[in-house]
Protein backbone atom coordinates (compact mmCIF):
# COMPACT_ATOMS: atom_id res chain seq x y z
CA UNK A 1 0.00 0.00 0.00
CA UNK A 2 2.80 2.27 0.56
CA UNK A 3 4.38 1.73 -2.86
CA UNK A 4 0.90 3.28 -4.32
CA UNK A 5 1.07 6.14 -2.08
CA UNK A 6 4.54 6.61 -2.98
CA UNK A 7 3.36 6.51 -6.55
CA UNK A 8 0.80 9.23 -6.36
CA UNK A 9 3.47 11.70 -4.52
CA UNK A 10 5.62 11.21 -7.03
CA UNK A 11 3.02 12.27 -9.20
CA UNK A 12 1.62 15.27 -8.28
CA UNK A 13 5.43 16.43 -7.51
CA UNK A 14 6.45 15.53 -11.13
CA UNK A 15 3.02 17.55 -12.05
CA UNK A 16 4.14 20.57 -10.46
CA UNK A 17 7.53 20.75 -12.76
CA UNK A 18 5.37 21.44 -15.55
CA UNK A 19 4.41 24.75 -14.67
CA UNK A 20 1.89 26.95 -16.75
CA UNK A 21 0.91 29.55 -13.86
CA UNK A 22 -2.12 28.92 -11.73
CA UNK A 23 -5.59 31.07 -13.36
CA UNK A 24 -6.14 32.86 -10.19
CA UNK A 25 -4.07 33.51 -6.93
CA UNK A 26 -4.79 33.63 -3.34
CA UNK A 27 -4.30 37.14 -1.27
CA UNK A 28 -2.74 36.05 1.52
CA UNK A 29 -2.11 33.09 3.44
CA UNK A 30 -4.94 32.96 5.57
CA UNK A 31 -7.23 32.15 2.35
CA UNK A 32 -4.49 29.42 1.58
CA UNK A 33 -5.39 28.34 5.20
CA UNK A 34 -9.22 28.53 4.27
CA UNK A 35 -8.87 26.59 1.14
CA UNK A 36 -6.82 23.68 2.91
CA UNK A 37 -9.43 23.59 5.72
CA UNK A 38 -12.52 23.21 3.19
CA UNK A 39 -10.58 20.43 1.29
CA UNK A 40 -9.90 19.04 4.37
CA UNK A 41 -13.28 19.12 5.20
CA UNK A 42 -14.28 17.55 1.98
CA UNK A 43 -11.79 14.22 2.10
CA UNK A 44 -13.09 13.22 5.63
CA UNK A 45 -16.36 13.17 4.25
CA UNK A 46 -14.71 10.74 1.59
CA UNK A 47 -15.12 13.58 -1.15
CA UNK A 48 -11.89 13.50 -2.41
CA UNK A 49 -12.17 14.87 -6.37
CA UNK A 50 -14.11 17.84 -4.58
CA UNK A 51 -12.00 18.47 -2.11
CA UNK A 52 -8.78 18.48 -4.65
CA UNK A 53 -11.14 20.52 -7.29
CA UNK A 54 -10.98 23.61 -4.60
CA UNK A 55 -7.29 23.59 -5.82
CA UNK A 56 -7.90 24.05 -9.59
CA UNK A 57 -7.45 27.48 -10.12
CA UNK A 58 -5.02 28.05 -7.72
CA UNK A 59 -2.58 25.07 -9.48
CA UNK A 60 -0.07 25.77 -12.08
CA UNK A 61 -1.27 22.82 -14.21
CA UNK A 62 -3.13 22.57 -17.45
CA UNK A 63 -6.92 21.37 -16.68
CA UNK A 64 -6.09 17.54 -18.52
CA UNK A 65 -3.37 17.10 -15.87
CA UNK A 66 -5.12 18.01 -12.63
CA UNK A 67 -8.00 16.00 -13.52
CA UNK A 68 -5.82 12.95 -13.91
CA UNK A 69 -3.91 13.65 -10.41
CA UNK A 70 -7.51 13.80 -8.89
CA UNK A 71 -8.63 10.90 -10.53
CA UNK A 72 -5.31 8.74 -9.06
CA UNK A 73 -5.83 10.64 -5.74
CA UNK A 74 -9.55 9.64 -5.81
CA UNK A 75 -8.90 6.20 -6.44
CA UNK A 76 -5.60 5.64 -4.29
CA UNK A 77 -7.47 7.23 -0.97
CA UNK A 78 -10.42 4.92 -1.74
CA UNK A 79 -8.07 2.28 -1.58
CA UNK A 80 -6.34 3.56 1.79
CA UNK A 81 -10.28 3.97 3.42
CA UNK A 82 -10.80 0.12 3.06
CA UNK A 83 -7.45 -0.47 4.92
CA UNK A 84 -8.02 2.54 7.48
CA UNK A 85 -11.67 1.88 8.34
CA UNK A 86 -14.06 5.15 8.34
CA UNK A 87 -13.10 8.51 7.90
CA UNK A 88 -13.51 9.96 11.54
CA UNK A 89 -12.12 13.66 11.42
CA UNK A 90 -8.81 15.91 10.40
CA UNK A 91 -6.88 17.83 12.47
CA UNK A 92 -4.53 20.87 12.15
CA UNK A 93 -0.87 20.00 12.62
CA UNK A 94 1.35 22.71 11.90
CA UNK A 95 2.79 25.64 9.90
CA UNK A 96 5.97 25.42 8.30
CA UNK A 97 7.60 28.97 6.59
CA UNK A 98 10.38 29.06 4.80
CA UNK A 99 11.06 33.04 4.27
CA UNK A 100 7.98 34.27 3.78
CA UNK A 101 7.59 32.81 0.37
CA UNK A 102 7.04 29.24 0.36
CA UNK A 103 4.23 27.89 3.28
CA UNK A 104 2.94 24.57 4.03
CA UNK A 105 0.21 23.46 6.12
CA UNK A 106 0.19 19.81 7.32
CA UNK A 107 -2.63 18.06 8.00
CA UNK A 108 -3.92 15.01 9.70
CA UNK A 109 -6.97 12.82 8.30
CA UNK A 110 -8.52 10.43 11.18
CA UNK A 111 -9.15 7.23 10.34
CA UNK A 112 -10.73 4.04 12.72
CA UNK A 113 -7.20 2.22 12.32
CA UNK A 114 -4.54 4.76 11.40
CA UNK A 115 -4.34 8.49 9.90
CA UNK A 116 -2.95 10.30 6.83
CA UNK A 117 -0.77 12.79 7.02
CA UNK A 118 -1.64 15.62 4.23
CA UNK A 119 0.71 18.17 3.39
CA UNK A 120 -0.65 21.51 1.18
CA UNK A 121 2.65 23.83 -0.31
CA UNK A 122 2.17 27.39 -1.11
CA UNK A 123 4.72 29.40 -2.86
CA UNK A 124 4.30 33.39 -3.31
CA UNK A 125 6.47 33.89 -6.59
CA UNK A 126 5.47 38.06 -6.05
CA UNK A 127 2.38 39.52 -4.72
CA UNK A 128 0.13 36.56 -3.86
CA UNK A 129 -0.04 33.16 -3.42
CA UNK A 130 -0.87 29.49 -5.51
CA UNK A 131 -0.63 25.80 -4.56
CA UNK A 132 2.80 24.61 -5.79
CA UNK A 133 1.23 21.28 -4.03
CA UNK A 134 -0.55 18.72 -2.50
CA UNK A 135 0.60 15.44 -1.09
CA UNK A 136 -0.92 12.76 1.29
CA UNK A 137 1.47 9.46 2.60
CA UNK A 138 0.90 7.06 6.04
CA UNK A 139 4.25 8.07 7.19
CA UNK A 140 2.60 8.98 10.93
CA UNK A 141 6.53 8.87 12.41
CA UNK A 142 7.30 11.94 10.42
CA UNK A 143 4.70 14.23 12.65
CA UNK A 144 6.61 12.60 15.85
CA UNK A 145 9.94 14.32 14.91
Known sequence: MK????????LSVVLTLSWSGPNKTLSSIASAKV?????????????????????RPYWPLEKKEIDQVII???????????????????????RKNSKGFLMRYIYVQKFQNALVRWSFTYYKPGKHWHILG???DDNYEALLR
Open 35 to 55: LADKAMADAVKGNYRKAFSRF
Open 3 to 10: SKIVVLIL
Open 72 to 94: KIDGGMKLLQKRFGKSISYEFIE
Open 134 to 136: VSF
